[in-house]
């Protein structure tokens, strides 16, 4: 570690890190704060990251970037379209301009997630700074590696419980050639047995989502096999003006259906669940497997719901105090303790806002 | 340099050396075969020979014990009771491994998961299988095709190694460019801790509350817990699928045409490279009507609709020729596309054909380096006395050269020891890793004190004592401890970082 040369906004973040840990008093991170909702209550100081900014490494035949937490996630989208290239886990930027250690801190995915996959099936390495200041360096810049245990993926969605993240290295893929967006009017069970029935099928679906008696299906790709499945499937061709706002609206929840009043809650259950035992109003993403239902539902109820169907449930924003997540089982539990207790003994990080009393 | 300890006491996780404890195999063995049938105990020293090593057979140790339970039931019980007795316990699948990571504890228990080998469930509406993890990688795929479904990740050693030796080293395997390994597609494990209490980590849903310790225990190495079931992720058979072969005549214009493909904006299902010496040797073994006038050759696959695959194999071919490909053959039928893949399959056994023995390397680079690195092991083959011929899964820049030796020639071994040891070190300073997909075992550990430092290695010891806190789960793998870095004595290189890292450079 050369101190010397060390930037001087990470010197800053480090010794607000080690004052903390020496005085015991907790810390709340936060990026640009578009996320400021999401997980359990948590008190602390503000340790704002956004200082600690810049895209570090970029070169497109790697299909990798590396960029410091506080990159405006506009900055880093921008830089990889002037290559053809995006995050293919869509992160949503509910409305504002979260940073990149804040996207991948909290490891929200949007609606591609069906197909490309979940923000940490991308993170190939982290930077961690430690209670004790230290940077501790995970993964890499490279797709296959297995050295040592997977803890740049252990990050991603921690919500910073175990440290600060400082630097991301994530793996970006080219934009699909063509995309395309077919609407359907159907009713719920049967949108939820074709996007599960395609879902077996070699057909280029990016995308799926149903509401109100409508469904939505984006296909992503070459031309021609865009232009094979689009026959295939039927439906209305959407406008591509129309078809970007629709998926941007779902990927930062400004669809009307995320703001009416009341709780939100989102059920994360297997794809081919059969349709929820709910009046709730309902919608449904990801092929099936992830499905916000909007009301001010009984928690313990809506637990129930999930997880008989073989998920979980988070209360994600609205409606009464109460634990977000679901609580973890016993055994699995004590290892979130020792875990915790081990990266940080004097519990400064983010106490609590992942799970409750952690 | 501040150095943690994350308070950790090292030496307890690392009895692999500490000395055999035959006086202790009767009453152990005792006591377990007290919990199991007869013949799930063995403990004569001609029934624990096969156990001796893995794939990688030049690390061998003898266990104190086998043992092989049929139920969950019964290995949570042998679990509690080496947890009392406080015996080490390492965890067996295949056997393939490449790494010695399933290389026995000599006064512990190797624990052979070989009779869960049921696929208890295909689930084709929603994608899935639920298998034991002592299923064979192949048969997964095999029993799915019925409902046009496979399981993606394939190994070089598919038809033989097991779903949980996959899950414990994070496998990869030719096409995990486009369909990743084998993290990207396990949705959930269940396994069970050294105090034999079971745990369940993600699942068919695709979110779950908490750390994601699914993503943790992936290539953890059977260092965190013995996975008793495994959800796997079945995709969709592509309708078709070719492969375009290319020639070049040096090998660093072959290095650049992969680079130029992804560059391009195409993934290829698999992007392969071969050099002159691999092709040379694997040829006259396969048939594969492979260039030997060729310096390498890169095997690209092409998979998806019809329409799709012939856009994209029209467009590989484009950038193949602007980069100097002397020859050009596209696969014509399914049994030509095997046959191209054939000599890339077959190139460990083509090794041991011309050579005694054959050492493996794992590193991953950066693509655009390969060319650097072929002429850096070139260098080394002078500086070593011995031959390397090289197979690279080059898309994912994961080098698999094969260093040539004979271990009853004197001094051979330690020489291709430290050819090895050369190869991973340059990785490291090219901004790569020292494994790609065989995992560090017990033979990359020195390896690890040049990749990580003494605190990042104090954080992989806080999560193993977070799983493991008796530190009983295959001690002595995968993690250096920092008296065996010390006496390595290598300087830790921080991940290819160069003089001035404050400035932007893209």
Redesign the interface.
């Known amino acids: 570690?050369?101190v010397a040369?060390m930037?001087a906004a990470l010197q800053e973040l480090r010794h607000r890190v080690m004052d903390a840990d020496a005085a015991g008093t907790p810390l709340r991170l936060r990026g640009a704060g578009t996320k400021d909702f999401y997980g359990e209550h948590c008190e602390g100081a503000l340790l704002d990251m956004r200082a600690y900014h810049?895209?570090?490494?970029?070169?497109?035949?790697?299909?990798v970037i590396t960029a410091r937490c506080g990159t405006p996630l506009s900055q880093v989208e921008r830089l990889l379209a002037q290559h053809?290239?995006f995050l293919a886990f869509e992160p949503p930027a509910f409305g504002g301009d979260p940073t990149i250690g804040g996207v991948i801190a909290a490891?929200l995915s949007g609606p591609r997630?069906f197909q490309a996959?979940?923000a940490?099936?991308f993170v190939l390495?982290a930077v961690?700074l430690?209670a004790?200041?230290?940077l501790?360096?995970?993964g890499?810049?490279?797709?296959?590696?297995?050295?040592?245990?997977?803890?740049a993926?252990?990050l991603?969605?921690?919500l910073g419980?175990?440290g600060a993240i400082t630097e991301v290295s994530i793996k970006v893929?080219?934009?699909p050639?063509t995309e395309q967006t077919l609407g359907l009017e159907i009713a719920a069970p049967e949108a939820l047995s074709l996007f599960?029935?395609w879902?077996?099928?070699?057909?280029?679906i990016s995308a799926t989502a149903w509401n109100a008696g409508q469904a939505w299906v984006r296909l992503s790709?070459?031309?021609?096999?865009v232009?094979?499945?689009r026959t295939r499937l039927g439906g209305e061709v959407l406008d591509d003006t129309g078809a970007v706002a629709l998926w941007r609206s779902l990927r930062d929840q400004t669809h009307p259906f995320f703001r009416q009043p009341g709780a939100l809650w989102r059920l994360?259950?297997?794809?081919?669940a059969a349709p929820l035992a709910t009046s709730a109003s309902q919608l449904i993403e990801?092929g099936g497997?992830?499905r916000w239902c909007a009301g001010d539902m009984p928690a313990d109820a809506t637990r129930d719901l999930a997880r008989s169907a073989?998920?979980?449930a988070?209360h994600w924003r609205g409606g009464a105090n109460g634990s977000r997540?679901?609580?973890?089982?016993p055994?699995?539990?004590e290892?979130?303790r020792?875990?915790k207790s081990?990266?940080d003994?004097r519990g400064i990080f983010n106490p609590g806002r992942?799970?409750a009393g952690l | 340099?501040?150095v943690?300890d994350?308070?950790?006491d090292e030496s307890r996780f690392s009895v692999v050396d500490a000395a055999p404890a035959p006086e202790r195999r009767p009453a152990v063995a005792a006591a377990l075969r007290a919990l199991l049938p007869a013949d799930c105990v063995l403990s004569r020293d001609e029934e624990l020979r096969p156990y001796e090593c893995d794939g990688l057979s030049v690390f061998r140790q003898q266990p104190m014990l086998v043992v092989l339970p049929r139920t969950e039931a019964e290995l949570r019980a042998v679990l509690r009771e080496c947890n009392r007795l406080q015996v080490p316990v390492v965890a067996r699948g295949a056997g393939t491994g490449l790494s010695g990571g399933a290389m026995p504890h000599a006064a512990g228990v190797l624990l052979s998961l070989a009779r869960f080998n049921r696929i208890l469930d295909i689930?084709?509406?929603?994608?899935?299988a639920r298998v034991q993890p002592g299923v064979r990688n192949l048969a997964v795929s095999e029993a799915a095709a019925a409902?046009?479904?496979y399981y993606a990740p394939d190994p070089s050693s598919q038809i033989a190694c097991s779903i949980g030796g996959n899950v414990a080293?994070?496998s990869?395997g030719v096409h995990?460019?486009k369909y990743?390994?084998t993290?990207?597609n396990v949705l959930g494990l269940r396994g069970c801790?050294i105090d034999g209490?079971?745990?369940?980590?993600g699942?068919?849903?695709?979110?779950?509350?908490?750390?994601?310790?699914l993503?943790?225990s992936?290539?953890?190495e059977g260092?965190?817990l013995i996975v008793t079931e495994v959800l796997l992720k079945l995709v969709?058979?592509?309708?078709l699928a070719q492969v375009v072969m290319a020639s070049f005549d040096d090998v660093g214009n072959a290095g650049e045409a992969v680079?130029?493909i992804?560059?391009a904006?195409?993934?290829p299902s698999g992007l392969e490279m071969m050099d002159r010496k691999a092709t040379v040797a694997v040829e006259p073994f396969v048939k594969a009507g492979y260039d030997l006038n060729a310096a390498a050759i890169l095997l690209a696959e092409s998979d998806?609709?019809p329409?799709?695959v012939?856009?994209?194999v029209a467009a590989i071919e484009r950038v193949l020729q602007a980069h100097g490909a002397t020859a050009i053959a596209v696969s014509a039928s399914e049994a030509e596309r095997l046959r191209f893949w054939s000599g890339r399959k077959n190139a460990f056994p083509a090794a041991g054909r011309i050579s005694p023995d054959y050492y493996c390397m794992d590193g991953?680079?950066?693509?655009?380096r390969l060319g650097h690195m072929l002429k850096a092991i070139e260098q080394m083959e002078q500086k070593y006395g011995l031959g390397c011929m090289n197979v690279f899964?080059a898309g994912?820049?994961?080098l698999h050269p094969l260093i040539l030796f004979d271990a009853n020639t004197a001094g051979e071994w330690e020489r291709a020891d430290r050819f090895g040891a050369d190869i991973l070190e340059l990785c490291v300073q090219l901004?790569?890793?020292?494994?790609?997909?065989?995992?560090?075992g017990v033979e990359?550990l020195n390896s690890?004190c040049v990749?990580?430092?003494a605190?990042?290695?104090a954080?992989?010891f806080?999560?193993?004592?977070?799983?493991d806190?008796p530190g009983l789960l295959n001690p002595g793998k995968?993690?250096p401890t920092l008296a065996r870095c010390a006496e390595y004595g290598r300087m830790h290189v921080?991940?290819?970082q160069l003089p001035?890292?404050?400035l932007?450079?893209?």
């Open positions: 570690m050369h040369r930037d810049g895209v570090v490494d970029y070169e497109p035949s790697e299909l053809q290239q490891g997630r996959g979940a940490r099936d390495g961690l430690n004790r200041g230290e501790l360096h995970f890499g810049k490279v797709i296959k590696n297995v050295a040592g245990f997977d803890l993926r252990l991603c969605g921690s419980i175990l893929l080219p934009l050639r599960n029935r879902g077996g099928q070699p057909l280029p790709g070459a031309p021609s096999a232009r094979a499945a994360s259950v297997p794809s081919s990801w497997a992830l073989g998920g979980s988070l997540f679901d609580t973890l089982a055994a699995v539990l290892i979130h020792r875990l081990r990266f003994p992942l799970v | 340099m501040s943690s994350f308070d950790v689930d084709p509406l929603a994608r899935t409902y046009g479904l080293e994070n990869g995990c460019l990743g390994l993290l990207h801790t209490e079971a745990i369940e980590l699942g068919g849903a695709l979110d779950a509350p908490g750390l994601d310790l993503a943790l992936i290539g953890s260092l965190l969709p058979k592509p309708a680079a130029a992804i560059a904006g195409i993934i998806g609709t329409e799709e012939a856009e994209e991953t680079i950066p693509r655009n899964h994912d820049g994961n901004g790569g890793t020292i494994t790609g997909e065989h995992g560090v990359k690890m990749q990580f430092s605190a990042e290695r954080a992989f806080a999560v193993k004592r977070a799983f806190p995968a993690i921080r991940h290819g001035h890292p404050e932007p450079r893209f």
